[in-house]
Every structure is written in structure tokens, then in C-alpha cells.
């Protein structure tokens, strides 16, 4: 009977924000829809690593203000999940409830790439565009409220799921649930592989570009963000070109630590494949018609990315 309830709760979405957006005088009102046979169930706060950050909150069908009902939400800096739990087991996907707050902006200064004769501009440190004025750091205006998705990259050569991560990198996060959503990426190509690095170690796999030329994009550009995801096999992050803030839609996902760990600090990491490794790694192993510039004899196609409901926390 449990097992039946949980299904009929999954399948209805018990839990629905009235709003995207929601400024801070407003709370975070949201509509909870539980089964006749279920009279309470209980809402409670995680971070990304399913760490409980507050008592949990007892609630009924009806509206409800999260911020009321779990003031600690007020407190958080970066993104949180409130999972719903019904009879002690979490069911369905929990909310995302992602601060927006002040932006870090990046420090540069001009640099040499190894060959030394290319110049790039590198981050050396980072600013909160409110700390001249003497506001808390990072400074929150209310909160993006959206159920958690992880995203399907489905490819020719099989699927990779990837668990996105609103905590570290919400506005890039959003930026690609957006692309996602809008089918920007349907038909596209890993339009460059670069198996090994010039010291031998695996690098990354990049796509997003509808025209397969390294400089297609969505027609806008994408403020960089301070992502702390260390980039390692697996990790999405975004491409860019010299300014940092000139990413939009194009993305790699990295082959190694060893070969990535020096874009930490200077490309925004913003999820981590769960599902589909082998994937990775097969489309890594594509011949190439010219190995310098990673350009492959016939690029894995990207059919499409979806979004589905990311797995309870618990």
C-alpha cells in the first residue's frame, strides 16, 4: 500500500512553487498536493551532499511559505534542495531553492599561453560587485525555485547523465536547462576531441556549437561564475573563448584530473556525469582528420539533451 501511495504521489507532483522568482518580501510560496490517504508528510533541507541543514518541517496539502515554515533557507548563500517525505521515505524530486545574490565579478590579468606568443587573460582573484557598498557579502535580492532535473546528453554513440550543480554555478546551470529546454542542442556534434594533452593526459570532449565550427553559440554571452567543482573525468563545463565572460552554449566534458585541474578557477564547472562513462569515453576515442585542432573524420552526433527528474534526497 505504501509502495502505491509513493507511486501516485511521484507521478502528480506534490510539490509546485506558485513562482519562479521570488523576491525576498514575498517568501517562497509553494502548492502542496499529497494523496487522500496521506494527511502529513515533511519537508526537509539539504545540501548537494544530502547534508540536513535544519530541523525538518511537518506540512499538509495547501499553500505553503518555505521560508516561514524552514527559516534557515533565509541564511543560505548558495543553492539548496527541500525534499518532501512522506511515511519517513523521500519521494519525488526535491525543489531547488537557489539564492540570488550579488555576482562575483573576475580579476585578469594578461598572460602568456605556453607557446609564448598567445596572450589570454587569466582570473587571479575574484570581487562581489556589492562589497563597496557595505552590504553582507554576497549579497541575496530572493530566490530561483525550480524542481531538481538532471540532463540526458543523448549522443550517437549512447546517453550521459549528468547531475547538475545550482550550487556552485546556478546562473550556468539555468543557462543550460534553458538551451536544453529550447532544444538548442538537437542535431548538434562533439565538434572537438583532444584525447591527450601535449604531457600525455586525457583532456576533454566539447560540443554545443550548432554550426560544428568552434564559433557558433546562442547569440549572447554568458557571465563567468566561481564554480568550486574541481574539474575531473566526467565534469561539464563551459567553453569560452578569451574574456571569461564569453561563454553561451558551448560545453566540454573533461577525460582526467591530470589533465584538467588547470582550468580550475578559470572555466566554470557546473555538473558531474552519473550515468553513461563508457560514453565518454568511447566518443574520446573518435579518429581525428586533424588531431592539432581535435577535429573529428565524422564527429559523434548530439541528438539532443533533455531534462528528467533527478533522484529523491535522502
Not at 71 to 76: A, C, D, F
Not at 130 to 139: H, K, L, M
Not at 281 to 304: M, Y
Amino acid at each position: 500500500m505504501l509502495a502505491q501511495i509513493l507511486t501516485t504521489i511521484v507521478m502528480t507532483h506534490p510539490i509546485t512553487p506558485l513562482h519562479t522568482y521570488n523576491g525576498l518580501d514575498n517568501g517562497i510560496v509553494v502548492d502542496i498536493n499529497l494523496e487522500e490517504d496521506v494527511d502529513k508528510a515533511r519537508l526537509v533541507l539539504f545540501d548537494y551532499k544530502n547534508n540536513q541543514l535544519a530541523l525538518s518541517a511537518t506540512v499538509t496539502s495547501g499553500i505553503h511559505d518555505l521560508t516561514s515554515r524552514i527559516p534557515e533557507i533565509k541564511n543560505q548563500k548558495q543553492a539548496v534542495w527541500v525534499q518532501l517525505f512522506v511515511h519517513g521515505e523521500a519521494v519525488y524530486s526535491p525543489l531547488v531553492v537557489q539564492p540570488m545574490t550579488s555576482r562575483k565579478v573576475p580579476v585578469v590579468e594578461e598572460a602568456l599561453r605556453p607557446d609564448g606568443e598567445t596572450k589570454y587573460s587569466k582570473i587571479i582573484g575574484w570581487e562581489d560587485e556589492a562589497e563597496e557598498d557595505g552590504v553582507d557579502i554576497p549579497f541575496v535580492s530572493g530566490w530561483r525555485v525550480y524542481l531538481d532535473q538532471d540532463a540526458i546528453i543523448e549522443t550517437s554513440d549512447g546517453d550521459i547523465r549528468i547531475s547538475l550543480r545550482p550550487d556552485v554555478a546556478p546562473n550556468t546551470v539555468w543557462n543550460f536547462r534553458e538551451l536544453a529546454l529550447g532544444g538548442f542542442y538537437q542535431n548538434t556534434s562533439f565538434h572537438r576531441i583532444v584525447p591527450m594533452t601535449s604531457k600525455g593526459h586525457p583532456f576533454v570532449i566539447q560540443g554545443g556549437d550548432p554550426t560544428g565550427t568552434g564559433s557558433g553559440g546562442p547569440g549572447f554571452w554568458l557571465p563567468i561564475e566561481e564554480s568550486t567543482l574541481q574539474h575531473d573525468f566526467g565534469v561539464i563545463s563551459m567553453a569560452r573563448a578569451s574574456d571569461p565572460d564569453s561563454a553561451g552554449s558551448q560545453f566540454f566534458l573533461c577525460l582526467s584530473r591530470e589533465g584538467t585541474a588547470r582550468l580550475d578557477g578559470q572555466y566554470c564547472s557546473f555538473g558531474e556525469t552519473i550515468e553513461g562513462e563508457d560514453v565518454i569515453r568511447k566518443i574520446a576515442a573518435t579518429p581525428l582528420s586533424n588531431p592539432a585542432s581535435g577535429k573529428p573524420v565524422n564527429p559523434p552526433q548530439i541528438k539532443r539533451v533533455t531534462l528528467v527528474s533527478a533522484e529523491p534526497k535522502s
